[in-house]
């Protein structure tokens, strides 16, 4: 049998396949029997208890650490989440598993009703989904996972398969979400940037009517403790803004308005909707994903420059748009209220994952991360979601303060990048560790390492594994995996 012959066959369940050189109880072995317990036969959940059906960049962040253990199963990850994908080109940010009950999460489908109020907008009539997107780190998953296996991925199309899909979705971001007309993404919830109850979103939250608490029942509180999770009335503004844009059939920017109004609404306040943020993160992510784009294109025999081009163009929108040279990092940019919003979260970090950083930029981030803000190498081994020294900062409360894994992973990636090795060598250590004594938490207090959330978290265990694969005395800097 050839090589291909040989790939096609493997058995359909794709088991994972421990590294035979890791001993039971292994760091290795524990971060894969994680990805192992939450997997649901056709993707991953982030928690069993806490987030039980798929989520958008928890699977991207997934299918990274999963390629190391089963390339298979890391394709089918992004598959199944792609499967969902509307037709207007949005990545929902969850894919509800329809065995799962649906008292076991909020908002639950009959909340968001995708197939009904987003057929406008082309949402599956198969599968529910929610109608707001999560950061775009998808292709970038795409690229590293078909780099853990050419072989297989060739085999199976994978990339010719996801390529198309990944390209309708940067289109949708590109040309329905830039509402500030300056090249940037915006975000119209909260729960679209990953980081729900940043402080970052304080002042643009405030204007939203927050939606009456006795309209819903929270069933994250069956299983996180009240004073980690974000509070009531965050959820009330949470609740209002999702319903208004379902409401408006999940049109984006001028389509939104018009809906609204055909309703006989308000069109400035609900319809023009009341939440539009530019976010470093998000925008960050979505750069990285349209280099990697590329990668896939020329992979597939297309042209990749135009892809890289704009990347380009975009990491300069974000530098003009978004930098800020007195605080030596990013901030987000309120577009319905005044201009930068001026508190320093993890998400002003993270475009240094970008190549094409100027280098006085570069240079402005590495100080602030390891400046008294966050701490980094000093007060702190991991990073904080939040200024250590602001006045909002909470150790324990979810966005407010602790240390959660997926940007940790981002930043070292960042700083391995612009050459600063010593600092990303620390900072891989501290999240291993980290990682490894908190059972794999979803995130953890900055100062203590003591572990906030859920455990058993899936991309907690991933990107452990995917650093564990890290082989920092190499002169690649790589094995068992290209990170690039
Ligand atoms: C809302 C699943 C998700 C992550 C987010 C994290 C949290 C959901 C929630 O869990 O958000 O999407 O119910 O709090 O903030 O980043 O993707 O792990």
Redesign the pocket.
């Known amino acids: 049998m050839d090589r291909t012959a040989q790939l096609i066959a493997r058995p359909t369940e794709h088991t994972v396949v421990y590294d035979p050189a890791a001993p039971p109880g292994s760091p290795h072995v524990r971060a894969a029997e994680v990805l192992e317990r939450n997997w649901t036969g056709t993707s991953t959940v982030?928690?069993r208890g806490?987030?039980p059906h798929q989520?958008?960049?928890?699977s991207a962040f997934i299918a990274i650490g999963l390629r190391h253990v089963s390339p298979r199963r890391a394709q089918q990850e992004l598959e199944t989440l792609l499967d969902a994908q509307w037709g207007d080109g949005r990545v929902p940010?969850?894919v509800f598993n329809p065995s799962v009950p649906h008292d076991a999460?909020f908002p639950s489908p009959d909340f968001w009703r995708s197939s009904t109020a987003g057929r406008a907008a082309g949402a599956p009539r198969t599968v529910q989904t929610s109608g707001i997107v999560?950061p775009p780190v998808h292709a970038l998953a795409a690229w590293l996972v078909h780099r853990a296996d050419p072989g297989l991925s060739r085999a199976r199309g994978f990339l010719a398969k996801v390529y198309p899909r990944l390209a309708a979705w940067h289109r949708y971001l590109l040309h329905r979400r830039d509402l500030g007309g300056g090249g940037l993404v915006s975000v119209v919830h909260p729960?679209e940037q990953?980081?729900?109850n940043a402080p970052a979103w304080d002042a643009p939250l405030a204007r939203i009517t927050p939606a009456p608490a006795r309209s819903f029942r929270r069933a994250?509180l069956d299983h996180g403790a009240a004073d980690d999770?974000?509070t009531d009335l965050d959820y009330g503004r949470y609740v209002r803004l999702a319903a208004d844009y379902r409401d408006g059939g999940y049109a984006d920017g001028a389509d939104r308005g018009a809906a609204h109004r055909a309703r006989g609404e308000d069109a400035h306040g609900r319809g023009a909707g009341g939440f539009a943020v530019e976010d470093p993160a998000f925008n960050a992510l979505l750069i990285a994903s349209e280099h990697a784009l590329a990668r896939i294109a020329h992979e597939l025999g297309a042209q990749a420059t135009a892809r890289h081009a704009r990347a380009e163009r975009l990491t300069s929108a974000l530098v003009d748009r978004l930098w800020d040279p007195d605080e030596g990092m990013f901030l987000c940019r309120d577009l319905r209220g005044g201009g930068l919003i001026r508190e320093r979260g993890v998400s002003g970090l993270v475009p240094l994952i970008l190549p094409g950083l100027p280098r006085d930029v570069v240079a402005a981030v590495v100080r602030t991360l390891r400046g008294p803000h966050f701490g980094v190498g000093t007060a702190t081994r991991l990073v904080p979601s939040y200024d250590l020294l602001g006045e909002a900062f909470d150790p324990h409360r979810?966005?407010r303060g602790p240390a959660w894994f997926n940007t940790g992973w981002l930043i070292e990636r960042g700083l391995r990048l612009h050459g600063r090795l010593q600092d990303a060598d620390a900072l891989r250590e501290a999240v291993l560790g980290t990682a490894l004594a908190s059972d794999f938490a979803?995130y953890v207090d900055p100062f203590t390492g003591e572990a906030c959330g859920a455990t058993g978290?899936s991309?907690t265990a991933a990107l452990t594994l995917d650093l564990l694969h890290h082989d920092t005395t190499s002169s690649t800097g790589t094995k068992g995996g290209d990170r690039r």
């Open positions: 982030p928690s806490l987030y989520w958008s960049w928890d940010h969850i999460y999560q729960w990953g980081m729900d994250d999770r974000p979810y966005w979803e978290f991309w």
